[in-house]
């Protein structure tokens, strides 16, 4: 493979690293739109808390507050991975730019 055959593939490399960056931001804004849901639905369900006599619907409206909790806490993990993903891509960006 000659030399400019090598730097067509670094950059053909580049370009599908680039776009697989892109493609982690697109999902990393999905991630925070969905946090945005859950946590405005968690605040409704918050603001419009049951009486202590209703036992069966405040264990149900308990459940639901920690079922949206551990799915915001869900969303953050991912879009953790997703961010050491992007860095890791453009790690090997710059290693293959050298």
């Known amino acids: 493979m ?3 055959d090598k730097e067509l593939v670094n ?3 580049d370009l599908c690293l680039i776009y697989g960056i892109k493609d982690s931001q697109l999902y990393m804004e999905f991630l925070d739109n969905q946090i945005k849901f859950y946590r405005t ?3 409704f369900l918050k603001d419009n808390k049951l009486f202590f006599f209703q036992k069966k619907k405040l264990e149900e409206h308990n459940k639901k507050i920690e079922e949206y909790e551990q799915k915001i806490f869900d969303a953050y ?3 953790e991975e997703e961010f050491n993903f992007i860095i890791e891509m453009q790690n090997n960006i710059d290693n293959t730019s050298k």
């Open 77 to 79: 993990r991912k879009i």
């Open 2 to 4: 000659g030399i400019n």
């Open 41 to 43: 639905e968690l605040n």
């Open 11 to 13: 950059k053909v490399i």
